[in-house]
């Protein structure tokens, strides 16, 4: 991406890395299958009235007053493996690896998390606008190795996620590099698709369909991975949609768009399982196929309206 300008923070930006609270093991409450998450919630641009009313209607009535609200437990989207650990390599040049708060090495890499940050919130915030709604920011909180959130304590290994219950959004710098070096999915653009989709689940959160969602998971345990599947699918596609906003906006440049496909397809529960253990087990996914995570960023990139990313009654993902 272009036409961003180093040296500014986001007010959203809460810097754990170092600090001693990013320590802790286990995954203490976030309940986070290969290190994912059930109950990942998305939204993206468009009329947020239409896509929350569709929501409710599906997941068994309500009104658009009576969901605003927070949700239940932590949210994902881009599981990494259970075995897996983030090697705190040195940085090569042009490598913004994270060390620290103080480190320079990482200034631009943050900087440009802020810019990314507070243009996805801008877009959701006018969204919510148009539509007579009001949007609360999310807070992004950058940590290594483990951090203690909201919704329990959480490694690295289980990539970044969304925890409905402090309203904020979890990330290890280190993640980019696995993008790029184990996952095939390097670029601005690759990275900026990640925080795209944690911030669609805040979305789903403010407008209650975290909690629709884990009490129909809770009355139909047979459906539970069916629906997380649509939301984290949800969540791509709204991605796609603050995609397309930043191309209307002339903020992209050539390959973006690929970046962020090729980022989508990375984490695709397929080629997750193919390379974690060796083998794919559909009826276990929870984040949709690497084709599926594609389809439906590119449907929100394409369209650039939340009418499209109805996955909940999608006869086909």
Known sequence: MVRWKPGSRSTNIED???DGSSSGGGFGGLNLPMG???GCLGLGGGTVGIIVVVAVLLLGGGNIGDILGSGGGGSGGFPIGPDITLPGLPSAPGDSIPSGPESDADADLVDYV???LDDVQTTWRDEFTGAGER??????VLFTEAVNSGCGTAQSASGPFYCPLDSKAYLDLDFFRELRDRFGAPG???QAYVIAHELGHHVQNLLGINDKVQTQQQRNPDDANDLSVRQELQADCFAGVWAHSTYERKILEKGDLEEGLAAAASVGDDRIQ???TG????????HGTSEQRQHWFTRGYDSGDIDRCDTFTAEEL
């Open 16 to 18: 754990r890395r170092g």
């Open 36 to 38: 994912g998450g059930k």
């Open 114 to 116: 802020s810019f990314v």
């Open 135 to 140: 949007y609360d920011d999310a807070t992004l």
């Open 188 to 190: 601005d653009f690759a």
């Open 274 to 276: 193919k390379e974690s």
């Open 279 to 286: 083998r794919v087990d559909p009826e276990s996914f929870t």
